[in-house]
Every structure is written in structure tokens, then in C-alpha cells.
């Protein structure tokens, strides 16, 4: 695997790009709102947030006092949701919607 590769993997690097990126968009309320009975619940947004700062499962857990089982319930919710496939692609939707 080539090292742009491997550095995509994770969300940390992935998010910094993500936010030096001219196009990144401010339109996560457009999207909650074009999507009110299927777009993210308040509580998988501050979730999302946490997540794109590269907060871990049971971080993100503890700093909103829910068990980690719940958090990847959530994120799996966001990834339903929003037709993504993983956490880092969850970050960088989050970075280019203005969550984070």
C-alpha cells in the first residue's frame, strides 16, 4: 500500500485534510433538513463531531457518559444514514459539512 494510502486510513490525517480543502461546505443544516425523518438524530451529530476530532469509540463514550456499545450503534446509524462505509469517511463528511 502507498503511504497516501495508508495515511487515508485514518481519520486524523484524513480530517486535517479535509478542513485545509477550499470546497469543504457548511451545509449540514441543508442536509438535516432535506432529510428531517432520515438525516441524523441530534445525539449521532454530537457524536459525529466527537468522532471527527478522532475521539475513539470509548472516548466519545465516556465524555457523553453513554456505554460504548451505544456509540457504535450510533455510528452505524450515521453510516445507514448517510450511505457511508466507515468512520473515517464519517470524519470527513463531518469536516466538509462544517461538524467539525
Known amino acids: ?6 495515511e487515508l486510513s485514518y481519520p486524523r490525517f ?7 480543502c477550499p470546497l469543504r461546505s457548511n451545509a ?3 442536509v438535516v433538513q ?6 441524523p438524530t441530534e445525539r449521532e ?14 472516548e466519545i463514550g465516556k465524555r457523553l457518559w453513554i456505554a460504548e456499545q451505544t456509540v457504535k450503534f450510533h455510528i452505524t446509524g450515521v453510516n445507514r444514514k448517510l450511505r457511508l462505509t466507515n468512520r ?4 470527513v463528511w463531518a469536516v466538509r459539512n462544517g461538524l467539525a
Open 45 to 58: 451529530l454530537s457524536i459525529v463531531r466527537l468522532l471527527a476530532e478522532g475521539l475513539s469509540n470509548p
Open 14 to 20: 484524513t480530517v486535517q485534510c479535509c478542513r485545509a
Open 28 to 30: 449540514v443544516a441543508a
Open 88 to 91: 473515517t469517511a464519517v470524519a
Open 1 to 6: 500500500m502507498s503511504a497516501a494510502l495508508e
Open 34 to 39: 432535506l432529510m428531517p425523518r432520515h438525516g
